[in-house]
């Protein structure tokens, strides 16, 4: 199994451009989650997933967007990325345990 | 709202015994855990421990938890190079099914030689 995969890894947008961020996961959990790290600031929930369909804001939902068309899909896009949304980009899954399980993050940059 | 706290640096010599404390605010809290991240790398589950226990060990890793104080340490014993990276305390509480984490800040522990 792959775990939770994202892509891409790394991305450098100009001010105003838009992006999406794909995360999949091969482990049939029906819940996922996307966060945003920044020095200092330990993990900050954007958006999070309770079942294929559903979406829900998180702590910093603000300039972002998710969807949830497959079950093992969870996309997060920027439709106009600011300065402010450079940071490192993680995504989650969790399963009938609490536990949730981790990709290797997206760098991003917003020149 | 849960709030986690947590020192930001730890320096330990190898061989020594490792302490990374946190307190969190949320006594509804039901789960709570401790994460690894190595450099450029996601966050590895480490071990995590349910409200109702006071202790977890597994190998070098001891978790210790009070719940009257709200604190949680992760005692690493026989510290190494590689047990270098950011250590994070999570909480998870009875929000509903969206079993959503609260995470510290994290604490970047340096093993020196």
């Known amino acids: 199994n792959a775990g939770v995969t994202q892509t891409p890894k790394f991305r450098v947008l100009k001010t105003g451009q838009s992006m999406t961020l794909l995360c999949a996961q091969d482990?049939?959990?029906?819940?996922m989650y996307w966060y945003r790290q920044d020095p200092g600031m330990g993990l900050r929930l954007i958006h999070y997933?309770?079942?294929?369909?559903?979406?829900a804001k998180g702590e910093v939902p603000d300039g972002y967007n998710v969807s949830r068309l497959k079950k093992q899909n969870f996309l997060l896009g920027l439709e106009s990325a600011a300065p402010s949304q450079t940071s490192v980009y993680f995504c989650?899954?969790?399963?009938?345990?609490?536990?949730?399980?981790f990709g290797p993050g997206t760098r991003l940059t917003v020149t | 709202g849960e709030d986690v706290e947590q020192s930001l640096f730890l320096s330990v010599r190898e061989g020594d015994s490792s302490v990374i404390n946190c307190t969190y605010t949320?006594?509804?809290?039901?789960?709570l855990y401790w994460y690894k991240q190595e450099p450029g790398a996601g966050l590895q589950l480490l071990t995590y421990?349910?409200?109702?226990?006071d202790m977890k060990q597994d190998q070098r890793l001891t978790v210790l938890l009070n719940k009257k104080d709200k604190h949680l340490s992760l005692r690493i014993a026989d510290t190494q190079t590689g047990d270098s990276a950011i250590y994070f305390c999570?909480?998870?509480?009875?929000?509903?099914?969206?079993?959503?984490?609260?995470f510290g800040s994290g604490t970047q522990l340096t093993v020196l030689p």
């Open positions: 989650a899954s969790s399963g009938g345990q609490n536990e949730q399980y």
């Open positions: 482990m049939n959990h029906e819940y």
């Open positions: 997933s309770v079942g294929e369909g559903t979406t």
């Open positions: 949320d006594s509804s809290s039901t789960y």
């Open positions: 421990i349910f409200s109702n226990m």
């Open positions: 999570a909480a998870t509480g009875l929000s509903g099914s969206a079993r959503q984490l609260t």
